[in-house]
């Protein structure tokens, strides 16, 4: 059955010059979204050193998801870093420009 690709918007998530990754911040994001009904795609960035970016469905705002965050990593700050985005690779933000690729 074919189904119009759900638009995604991404944020990137960073901690000071500390690391979000390997303190299972990923997973615990995924799980609170999961306990309040809400759909989130969490992955660390490759691109850059220690962020993790989220993905939320397109026009969604993350404040239901920011007092989370801030409750267990405060000082943490978001940036919205593209929006509109079908199928969206988190880990590299260039993987998301379809002009880049042939098929």
């Known amino acids: ?9 991404m944020y990137e998530i960073s901690y000071g010059q500390s690391t979000l990754i390997g303190v299972k911040f990923r997973g615990r994001i995924r799980k609170y ?3 309040q009904g809400r ?3 969490a992955e660390n960035a490759v691109d850059v050193e220690g ?3 989220i993905g ?4 969604e705002k993350i404040e239901w998801l920011k007092p989370f965050i801030l409750s267990i990593m405060p000082g943490s700050s ?5 929006e509109n985005v079908k199928n969206p690779i988190l ?3 260039k993987c ?3 002009e880049r690729y042939t098929i």
């Open 96 to 98: 998301n420009f379809e």
């Open 56 to 59: 939320v469905p397109h026009g």
């Open 39 to 41: 759909m989130v795609l």
């Open 1 to 9: 059955m074919y189904q119009q690709p759900l638009l995604w918007d």
């Open 78 to 82: 978001f940036t919205k870093v593209l």
């Open 91 to 93: 880990s590299k933000i």
């Open 51 to 53: 962020k993790v970016r």
């Open 33 to 35: 979204a999961l306990s």
